[in-house]
Nanobody, 121 residues
Framework: QVQLVESGGGLVQAGGSLRLSCAAS????????MGWFRQAPGKEREFVAA????????SFADSVKGRFTISRDNAKNTVYLQMNSLKPEDTAVYYC??????????????WGQGTQVTVSS
């Protein structure tokens, strides 16, 4: 079993930055693909970003490309989402995910509890 715990969410003004972290525990994740999804009120959950186990491959939703970066530190079992130039439409609950195949927009068996990101205009 894998447990994922997100942190780093909060309230920020438009144009600001936040860095989300996701700490994993349980079964080793050094070979796992990881990523982030988000869900805004009244909207469906959507893919944000993903990273392969080596960190050599990344993928981003068009809406965040050029503003968000994803990275991981396998020694710390942690994945990060750096969010810059935040917009009010980025407001959502952000979920960390993990899976055993790098399929960015695919299904992930492991999900965190989510962290709220609110961007004020």
């Amino acid at each position: 079993q894998v447990q994922l715990v997100e942190s780093g969410g909060g309230l920020v003004q438009a144009g600001g930055s936040l860095r989300l972290s996701c700490a994993a525990s349980g079964r080793t994740l050094s070979s796992a693909a990881m990523g982030w999804f988000r869900q805004a009120p009244g909207k469906e959950r959507e893919f944000v970003a993903a990273i392969s186990w080596s960190g050599g491959s990344t993928s981003f939703a068009d809406s965040v490309k050029g503003r968000f970066t994803i990275s991981r530190d396998n020694a710390k079992n942690t994945v990060y989402l750096q969010m810059n130039s935040l917009k009010p439409e980025d407001t959502a609950v952000y979920y960390c995910v993990a899976g055993y195949a790098y399929v960015p927009r695919g299904e992930y068996p492991y999900w965190g509890q989510g962290t709220q990101v609110t961007v004020s205009s």
